[in-house]
């Protein structure tokens, strides 16, 4: 049973950065591609970022220049540096499978980043 634990969050002022880190337990971790995603009060679950096994990358439209996702596999972790926060990026955070390519594992606690103005 694969495991997800986000950790990094917090309460940062707007312009700020935050680095937040998925920690996955499972041997074939390094053959998914993997996301991040975050689901803001009364908002559904949007994705922010997602990387495949060999380190391509794509990012929402809202995050692009501004948030990076990278992967350990040697050590079954995912990474997303925040930078230029903005109050909208306001959510709880979570990883897992990237779900255009892959079903999901059981969703972490995920990670609260709020932004303040």
């Known amino acids: 049973q694969v495991q997800l634990v986000e950790s990094g969050g917090g309460l940062v002022q707007a312009g700020g950065s935050l680095s937040l880190r998925c920690a996955a337990s499972g041997s074939i971790f390094s053959r998914k591609t993997m996301a991040w995603y975050r689901q803001a009060p009364g908002k559904q679950r949007e994705l922010v970022a997602g990387?495949?096994?060999?380190?391509?990358?794509n990012y929402a439209d809202s995050v692009k220049g501004r948030f990076a996702i990278s992967r350990d596999n040697a050590k079954n972790l995912v990474y997303l540096q925040m930078n230029s926060l903005k109050p909208e990026d306001t959510a709880v955070y979570y990883c897992?499978?990237?779900?255009?390519?892959?079903?999901?594992?059981?969703w972490g606690q995920g990670t609260q980043v709020t932004v303040s103005s």
């Open positions: 990387i495949t096994s060999g380190g391509n990358t």
């Open positions: 897992n499978n990237d779900l255009r390519v892959h079903p999901p594992v059981s």
